[in-house]
């Protein structure tokens, strides 16, 4: 607050600043100039009734009228509030003619060309996506984060459903759903089992259910990837089966292993490190020997087992050396971490 006076000296000020005589405030609140002599050599206040009307001729609050001072922080605040709100519609408008303009010029274009309404439906899904990120954000007050990637996720299943429609030749459409699920679940799934009321075992073991999240809906896109395959002639044998889910599940026991490890209290920092070297190490020199166990296909290379620094001239001699040596420094290193952090654990108690 600034300009603070008493009540009569500030309202002989304003009434100055606005040009006006006593007689003439005074004939418009029909009162006599005495009246509003009095008021300003603080010998008398106006009747309240009179408050609101005295506020509105002096360009002020009733609060600043009672306080005798203008509140010039409120006002740059209104005034602020005031600009961004006729910002905000100018950007609205500036976007919704524009869409507009767009809807109706593609509308008459593929009538006049095709003579019939047919990739007109791609630019009006493509428009819808482009409103869910530039104007859809605007009228969502509460949980944007709820709501504004699900629309927006809606919108592109939708326009890729249209182009779909159109191409076809549309069983990719399944693929890129899917895709577009898995990178949603693994960018907003922990964040809404963050925000989201949901039991407090799943708030407590956030991690886990995000990577459970995100390991069905990757099984599920494997699948449908092989099935789109098989419908198309590009493959005709069940690699789902015998190669995508058990190397899926393999890569998924260092992971979930590594969650436990992590959540375990009675461990310090160097033995969870150990442990999760090894759990990692043991699970990337098992892909191979499963991938040859359940897909019937031998990988060239990559046995650790089978390492021999006498040869490197073929590739799967190299792989086998590189396969070797990563998994010795990678023994080496975790039997370290391993020892510092029993003996740490000893030394605590």
């Not at 009672?66 to 602020?80: C, F, G, P, V, W």
């Not at 690699?239 to 998924?252: G, K, M, N, V």
């Amino acid at each position: 607050m600034k300009d603070k006076k008493t009540f009569g000296q500030f309202l002989a000020k304003r009434r100055k600043e606005i040009g006006l005589t006593q007689e003439q405030l005074g004939s418009k609140l029909y009162v006599g100039e005495s009246a509003v002599s009095k008021w300003e050599n603080d010998k008398s206040k106006p009747d309240i009734v009179l408050i609101k009307e005295l506020a509105n001729i002096f360009e002020l609050s009733v609060d600043e009228l009672l306080s005798a001072s203008i509140d010039y922080q409120k006002r740059k605040e209104k005034t602020e509030a005031k600009k961004y709100r006729n910002i905000k519609m100018t950007y609205n408008l500036f976007w919704f003619i524009s869409f507009g303009i767009t809807i109706l010029t593609t509308f008459i274009v593929n009538l006049a060309v095709n003579h019939t309404l047919s990739w007109f439906f791609i630019v009006l899904a493509s428009l819808l996506v482009a409103a869910t990120l530039l104007i859809v954000p605007q009228y969502i007050k509460k949980n944007k984060l709820r709501y504004v990637p699900l629309i927006f996720l809606g919108s592109l299943i939708l326009l890729l459903g249209v182009i779909s429609i159109y191409a076809k030749g549309g069983g990719w459409f399944f693929v890129v759903v899917f895709s577009l699920f898995l990178a949603y679940s693994i960018v907003f799934a922990p964040l809404l089992i963050k925000t989201e009321k949901l039991p407090k075992v799943i708030k407590k073991n956030n991690a886990l259910f995000s990577i459970t999240a995100n390991a069905i809906i990757l099984i599920l896109l494997l699948g449908v990837i092989n099935i789109y395959t098989q419908v198309v002639g590009a493959s005709k044998s069940l690699w789902f089966i015998t190669i995508a889910l058990p190397i899926t599940l393999l890569c998924l026991i260092p992971v979930y292993g590594t969650v436990f490890i992590l959540k375990a209290k009675k461990m310090n920092w160097q033995i969870k490190t150990a442990l999760s070297i090894f759990i990692w190490t043991i699970s990337v020199n098992l892909i191979n020997p499963i991938t040859t166990l359940f897909g019937g296909v031998s990988a060239e290379g990559g046995y650790f087992w089978k390492i021999n620094f006498k040869m490197w001239n073929t590739s799967a001699a190299s792989t086998n050396n590189v396969y070797g040596i990563v998994t010795l420094v990678a023994g080496i290193t975790a039997l370290t971490f391993l020892i510092v952090g029993l003996f740490n654990l000893k030394k605590k108690k």
